[in-house]
């Protein structure tokens, strides 16, 4: 049995143009969900409130998980940037350049500073 690459086959320029399209919506939803979670009325008022307790220990994971969420949306962000100025170095990409794009988009993960390691796929 060989070893098989997991992004699978290089993606053509219509692929990897319709993958950025799907992200970038994607991107943008997110974006406005985050944005939704910064300025909702509960959070500001959990923000300002002298907390104690359990509540106390429960909203500090809570903003913890949502800092690890804006750093996964920032490695996301820049991914997409990535993919994005690869595919605008030229109309017609070269082999090397989706082969590039294929892995960005299609790869297995992302590295976030400070994110724990991904766990090995299970077999």
Do not use: C, K, N
Request: charged fraction near 30%; hydrophobic fraction near 40%; proline fraction near 6%.
């Amino acid at each position: 049995m060989g070893v098989t690459d997991p992004a699978g086959p290089v993606m053509d320029r219509d692929e990897v143009d319709r993958a950025l399209a799907r992200l970038g919506a994607e991107h943008e939803a997110i974006e406005t969900s985050l944005l939704a979670l910064q300025d909702h009325a509960g959070r500001r008022l959990l923000e300002g409130a002298e907390l104690t307790g359990v509540t106390r220990q429960r909203w500090q994971a809570a903003e913890a998980s949502i800092t690890l969420l804006w750093a996964y949306f920032d490695a996301y962000t820049a991914a997409l940037r990535s993919a994005r100025d690869i595919r605008a170095r030229r109309r017609w990409s070269s082999r090397e350049d989706l082969a590039e794009l294929t892995e960005l988009l299609r790869g297995a993960s992302v590295t976030v500073p400070g994110a724990p390691a991904p766990r090995p796929p299970r077999s």
